[in-house]
Structures are given as C-alpha cells and as structure tokens.
C-alpha cells in the first residue's frame, strides 16, 4: 500500500508525541494522491488519470497548494523550535499578538509609543499628547524629580521632565504605567497581580539605584528594565489563564520547575517571551538579552567583566529585592545572604549596599503610594542585615585589620570577597597596532577596555559603554580627536568622563588648543606603558571626586525633596480645619479675597452665605462635647455633598460654616440655600442607638458697590444669620434638633 493512502485510510488519528500539523500535511498529501492517481494505481498511469478528470486534478492542484502553505508554517515552527528566534521568536510573538490577548499598551501611552517611533516629533507635540492623561502628567514629573532626573533644579512641567529624561525614558515609562493600570486583576487565580506589581516596581527602583552606583546603564532606562523584567509572566496569565493557573499550583513563580512546565504546555517560557516583548516594544537588544538570562543559572550568564554581564548582576539583585515584596516579613531577612553575595560582585558592599539597598525601599515606598498599590512592610536593610545569619563584609584596610563579624556566615553559604574595582576604557585610535599595544596594556592592569576607530562609532560607544576613561587619537580616520571631545562634553554622560588625547607632539599652542576643547590630559607618542598607567590612576582620582559629587547631589535632590513634602503636609495642616477635615478661616479668608478680585474686574455676581448649626449647644449639654463634634463633623460631610464642585465650603467658627458662591445671585444662593437646607433635616445624625434630626440657619449677602472689602460681605452674611429666625422642621422645639430614638440604655429602662 502507498504510505500516503495507507495514512488517508485513518483521518483525525494522530501519533503521540507528534505536532497535529504533521499529520494534517500527511492527510492533505494523501488526499492529493488519491485525487491525482487514481486508488490502487501506479505512478505510470497519471497520465491517463489527469486526461479522465481535469476537475479531479483542479482539486489537486488546490489541495497542493494547502499543503505547500502547511509545509512553510511548518517549517517556520521547526526552525523556532531549533533555536533560531531572530526569526522565528518574533513570528511566536506575533501568533500570541494575533489572540488579542497579549498585554499592550492603552490610551495615552499607546498614542506616545505611535508617535515616537520616528525621530520627526517634537517635545511640544509630545508634551500635549502627555497633558491630556493628567495621571501620567504626576507621575512624569515625579520620576524626573527623583533618581531618574539629573537637573539641578526642581522639575515642574511636562516639558522640563521630557528634556530630563529624554524620548526613550518617556516611552517605556508610558508603556510600563498603562500595563501597571490596565492588569491589576485578571482571570489567573493563582497569580498574584498585586504582588507581580509590588515586585516589578521594587525592581525598578533597585534598578534606578544599583546602575547610579555601578554606571552600566542609564538610571533612566534601568528603571524601565525593571519594571518590566517579569512582563512575560503577566502575558503568560493573560493569553493562558487556567493552563498557567494549573502550572502555578503545581510549581512555585519563577523556579526552574516552572520554567520546564512552560515549555513543555507552551513551547515557550516567561524569560523568553520577556526579551521577545520587550525587543518588541522597542527596548535596546542588550536589555532584552539582559531579561531572558537574569533568571538562569549564573553559567549562563555573560561572560565576567562584560557590562551584559554587571546588568544581568545588576538585575539579579534588584530581583532578589523584589521578591521582599512576596513573602512574609518575617522571611525578609533568608534574603538577605543572596543580595550580599549579588552585591559584592558588583562591588557594592558594606555600608554602600545598605544605603543602596534603603534608597530603592524608600523610592519603592513612595512610588506605591502614588500608584496606589497595597502597602508591604518592609524595614530597613541594615536591619535586616542584623536579624539575619550573614555579616556584611567591609573593606579590609592597611591602616588597622578589619574586626571580626558579630555574627559569622554559615559554612553553606559561600560570600565572595570584595573585588577590585573594574575601570571602563574606551581607546579611539584608528592604528590597530597602537590599539593592541593599549589594550594589552590596559588589560593587564585589570581594566576593561573597549575600542572604536572612527568619532561615530565612539560618539555611540561612549553612550552605550559609558567609560570612567576616554583614550583619544588627536588626528582619526574621519576628523579631529579634539572635535569628539567638544561633542561629548555637551551630552551629560560626556561632562563626568575623564579624557585623555594621544598626540605625537608637544606644542604648546597646540595642547592649549586641546584643552580647551574640554581634555583632561594628554600623553606623547610613542606610548610609554609606566606613564600612560600613571597618568591614568590620577585621572581616577578626579572620576572618584566626580561620583562623590553625584551622590551628594543625589542626597540633596532627595533631602530638598522631602523638604518640600513636608512644607506642602505642614501648608494642608495649616488651612485644613482638624475636626472636619474642611478647609479653616484663614483658607476661606484667601480664597474670598482671590475671588473678589476677579468679580471687580469682571462684575461678575457673588454671594457669601454663613450656616450655624441650630441647637448646638443644647445638643453638647445634653448629650456631651463627643457627640456635638460629631454633629459638626456629620453637617459638614452633608454640606460637602450638597453644594456644587465650584463652590467653596470651609468651617470658620464651632458651629459656623462659611460658603463662596462663585458666579451665583441673590436668587441662586435662595434656591443653593433651600437645598442644604433640606439636605440636612433630610439627613439625621446616627451614633450608636442614638438619632438626632438636625437643622441649620442660613444667612446670605450678595456683593454689591457699596462694599469696599471682602471683610465687609462676610459681615453681612452673618448678620443675616443673627437675623434669620428660622424653625426645626416637625419638632416644635428651639433647641433646633429632634430626638428620633433614645439610646439603648434610655430604653432598656
């Protein structure tokens, strides 16, 4: 029997183990053979067979066809599954994008990422795109206030935050802030959203801090990184709700068994199909590569030395801070040992990691507040570090040996010593020879050096790499060394690197001429190894006192932040009214005086109303001083409700309101005040068993020529008040207040 017939004879049977597309193409083959032979006939009789049915073989010719598409999709799958996702990763991603389902970005940040595909958009356009989600306007100006701004003054416009932060930082951050507001919650029972957001922006933040020490990255862009390292999880719960719902109950978030399971159910994992969306939406390659490898074995990370390599570290550690957001508090401090152990290898221990460590807790604190997310408890790092098993190394000095820990490490846990700082530089020199001698020279040293040979690629390296050192040819292949270096020293990453200019002379027109142009120093040709390396350590010096600088910048900034916090806290306190929260007389004296000027120069109406609250001191007499604040806090909250959004309510005595009306006439502030009128006798005050019907007395002035002052219709209005004579209704009392129902006790007896 043919094989393909044999195969047609059993439709729908598939092999385990095998893809069902395989064995729709074997069915489809075998459809077109018994459409082109006919059944039970060799390969010499086609001719016979196409000549007796020409609508037999337009079937087949269109059944060919099928199956040639098939073989196509087919082979797509395959090279995907062998490991060439250059291609193929992204066509996976495509096929998850055509579910609709995949997290994207909505509304204002969908409309940013449009518009800043092309470099053709300016920062007006930009900044009126962002302005109409006032949301992502705040929380703009916050990240470019806080680590992720580097300007010296307080940021407070969109456009001074665009230029803060550059396009990049804008459009990740837009993209991270839609998906953090439109996947709070989903169909996923077992994965926790807020927690998956707690830990992403503790991420983020870590991020922020660990690169403002380690310089591998723009603060900026790390802070996006992070925040969106997990992303493929949450798309995973998304697309897949109950089948990543059953693999979540069967293996913990982010353990390799888990991992396995994804592969297994969906052909791809979490860290995969992160650097697949991130890529995706734009993010530079190194960042992608950087998400997908984080989480794997640290064989697998890039090789030692690499700025892939800090970054996977970098990111390593600022998970390990995440997840302080998904456990007890009580298991903060297990955590601890790995985050010293990730720390020494970036270099960043002792009392560096401890204040690295509290800047992401404290910019995480904040930044959850603002987000709205579920608070989490976490304490202090150095706490932590105190309650838990491991001691914090602290650089060992020739001056005196460093004491013993307060409490020595467990033998299975192995912290790697502090290592000696790794210094990046950049050489820019178009002889290979001299660049060889260079970098053989520097690495030697223990320096991790890179090389370019023309200014645009140095331009571009001198971003991506951000060296400590620039070694620079005086005269290139495309220019002049000394116009790279004026170039540089315009961009904020150039300002802090330390330049050095090769030359084969000493004239001293010449040198002047080059420092001029923004060179730290320069060294002759030929190269002297002692004297480059030399000059180079003094060089570090000034590197050093630059970081130092940044970081007690970066502490005033946060300190001058704070500050203004506090002033804002202590501004509400003073014009807010305790006991109701409302806004005080002295809020209500600055607003009245604003709006009378406005109403002089437009003639505009405005009325000024004073309300008491009738009874009031019968009401404490009788029931206690408790009860009658209660009573003024209850008719403020109804007064609140009552009024329009342009008015203005604020408590100005004990048992005296005072209400702007705005725009409003003698016959408008009538029918405003019947409403609150009604509203409160509508709604009785409730404590415990106790009810009281309340009532108000209303007196209102209306600006007019004959006042010269605010003060003067204030006046009026409450000479009104003394003057109204109004009644409780349905109680027949003067107290102003009806007993509704007794008090428990009251009944009881």
């Known amino acids: 029997m043919d094989r393909a017939a044999g195969i047609a004879d059993v439709p729908g049977q598939g092999v385990a183990g095998r893809d069902p597309a395989h064995d729709r193409g074997a069915a489809l083959g075998a459809e077109v053979h018994g459409l082109v032979f006919r059944r039970g006939a060799s390969s010499r009789d086609c001719k016979p067979g196409l000549l007796r049915g020409g609508a037999a073989f337009l079937r087949a010719t269109l059944k060919f066809w099928e199956c040639q598409s098939l073989i196509e999709r087919l082979e797509q799958k395959d090279a995907y599954m062998t490991g060439n996702a250059s291609l193929n990763g992204l066509s996976k991603?495509?096929?998850?994008?055509?579910?609709?389902?995949?997290?994207?970005?909505?509304?204002?940040?969908?409309?940013?990422?449009?518009?800043?595909?092309?470099?053709?958009?300016?920062?007006?356009?930009?900044?009126?795109?962002?302005?109409?989600?006032?949301?992502?306007?705040?929380?703009?100006?916050?990240?470019?206030?806080?680590?992720?701004?580097?300007?010296?003054?307080?940021?407070?416009?969109?456009?001074?935050?665009?230029?803060?932060?550059?396009?990049?930082?804008?459009?990740?951050?837009?993209?991270?802030?839609?998906?953090?507001?439109?996947?709070?919650?989903?169909?996923?029972?077992?994965?926790?959203?807020?927690?998956?957001?707690?830990?992403?922006?503790?991420?983020?933040?870590?991020?922020?801090?660990?690169?403002?020490?380690?310089?591998?990255?723009?603060?900026?862009?790390?802070?996006?990184?992070?925040?969106?390292?997990?992303?493929?999880?949450?798309?995973?719960?998304t697309l897949y709700p109950e089948q990543y719902d059953d693999l979540l109950r069967l293996s913990a978030a982010g353990s390799d068994e888990l991992v396995a399971r994804e592969q297994a159910a969906f052909a791809l994992d979490h860290r995969e199909l992160s650097g697949l969306m991130l890529e995706d939406w734009g993010m530079p390659r190194i960042f992608a590569q950087v998400v997908a490898a984080h989480e794997q074995p640290e064989c697998n990370w890039p090789a030692e030395g690499a700025r892939e390599a800090t970054l996977c570290c970098s990111l390593a550690l600022a998970a390990e801070l995440g997840r302080l957001c998904e456990t007890e508090r009580s298991e903060h401090a297990r955590r601890v040992p790995s985050i010293v152990a990730l720390g020494a290898r970036l270099q960043i221990d002792g009392a560096e990691l401890n204040e690295t460590c509290d800047a992401a807790i404290r910019d995480w604190s904040e930044w959850s507040s603002l987000l709205q997310l579920a608070p989490v408890q976490i304490d202090a790092f150095s706490s932590l570090v105190e309650r838990s098993a491991v001691a914090m190394p602290e650089p060992v000095t020739q001056a005196a040996p460093a004491p013993?820990?307060?409490?020595?490490?467990?033998?299975?846990?192995?912290?790697?010593?502090?290592?000696?700082?790794?210094?990046?530089?950049?050489?820019?020199?178009?002889?290979?020879?001299?660049?060889?001698?260079?970098?053989?020279?520097?690495?030697?040293?223990?320096?991790?050096?890179?090389?370019?040979?023309?200014?645009?690629?140095?331009?571009?390296?001198?971003?991506?790499?951000?060296?400590?050192?620039?070694?620079?040819?005086?005269?290139?292949?495309?220019?002049?060394?000394?116009?790279?270096?004026?170039?540089?020293?315009?961009?904020?990453?150039?300002?802090?690197?330390?330049?050095?200019?090769?030359?084969?002379?000493?004239?001293?027109?010449?040198?002047?001429?080059?420092?001029?142009?923004?060179?730290?120093?320069?060294?002759?040709?030929?190269?002297?190894?002692?004297?480059?390396?030399?000059?180079?350590?003094?060089?570090?010096?000034?590197?050093?006192?630059?970081?130092?600088?940044?970081?007690?910048?970066?502490?005033?900034?946060?300190?001058?932040?704070?500050?203004?916090?506090?002033?804002?806290?202590?501004?509400?306190?003073?014009?807010?009214?305790?006991?109701?929260?409302?806004?005080?007389?002295?809020?209500?004296?600055?607003?009245?005086?604003?709006?009378?000027?406005?109403?002089?120069?437009t003639q505009r109406p405005m009325v000024c109303m004073a309300i008491e609250v009738d009874g009031l001191a019968q009401i404490r007499s009788t029931y206690g001083q408790m009860i009658g604040d209660a009573v003024v806090k209850h008719v403020g909250s109804v007064l609140k409700q009552a009024l329009r959004s342009h008015d203005v309510l604020a408590r100005t005595d004990d048992g005296v309101f005072s209400v702007l009306c705005p725009d409003t006439d003698v016959e408008g502030a009538g029918l405003v005040a019947a409403r609150l009128r009604q509203q409160v006798e509508a709604t009785p005050f409730r404590v415990d068993r106790l009810q009281l019907r309340i009532a108000v007395r209303i007196g209102s002035a209306q600006r007019n020529s004959s006042m010269s002052a605010p003060e003067a219709l204030i006046s009026e209005a409450l000479s009104e008040l003394s003057a109204s004579k109004g009644a409780v209704a349905d109680s027949g009392q003067t107290a102003g207040f009806a007993l509704v129902a007794k008090r428990e006790r009251d009944v009881t007896h």
């Open 404 to 601: 013993a820990p307060a409490v020595a490490a467990p033998a299975d846990i192995a912290v790697p010593p502090p290592a000696k700082r790794q210094i990046r530089v950049l050489v820019v020199e178009s002889d290979a020879a001299v660049r060889a001698s260079i970098r053989a020279l520097l690495h030697d040293a223990g320096h991790e050096v890179h090389e370019v040979e023309t200014i645009a690629q140095a331009a571009e390296a001198a971003i991506l790499v951000q060296p400590h050192l620039m070694i620079v040819e005086w005269s290139l292949s495309d220019g002049s060394g000394l116009k790279l270096v004026e170039r540089l020293r315009q961009t904020r990453v150039g300002r802090s690197i330390y330049v050095l200019v090769l030359t084969s002379h000493e004239n001293e027109q010449r040198l002047v001429e080059a420092f001029e142009c923004g060179v730290d120093d320069f060294i002759t040709k030929p190269i002297n190894g002692r004297v480059l390396l030399a000059r180079m350590r003094a060089g570090l010096r000034v590197v050093k006192l630059h970081e130092e600088i940044e970081r007690d910048r970066e502490e005033i900034r946060h300190f001058a932040s704070e500050l203004a916090v506090s002033n804002r806290r202590l501004q509400d306190v003073a014009l807010t009214d305790v006991l109701t929260a409302l806004p005080n007389r002295r809020y209500f004296i600055d607003r009245i005086e604003q709006e009378w000027s406005a109403a002089s120069r």
């Open 93 to 237: 991603l495509e096929r998850l994008r055509a579910t609709g389902n995949l997290p994207s970005p909505k509304g204002v940040a969908l409309a940013i990422m449009r518009a800043t595909q092309g470099d053709d958009i300016s920062i007006a356009e930009l900044g009126r795109i962002i302005k109409t989600d006032p949301a992502f306007v705040g929380r703009l100006i916050k990240a470019a206030n806080g680590h992720l701004g580097y300007g010296r003054h307080p940021i407070a416009s969109v456009q001074d935050a665009l230029m803060v932060l550059g396009m990049p930082a804008v459009r990740a951050l837009a993209l991270g802030f839609s998906l953090l507001s439109s996947y709070r919650s989903g169909a996923c029972q077992s994965f926790n959203y807020e927690g998956f957001w707690a830990s992403s922006l503790m991420r983020a933040t870590a991020m922020q801090a660990i690169t403002l020490r380690t310089r591998a990255a723009p603060a900026d862009e790390a802070y996006c990184v992070g925040l969106l390292s997990r992303i493929g999880e949450l798309a995973m719960a």
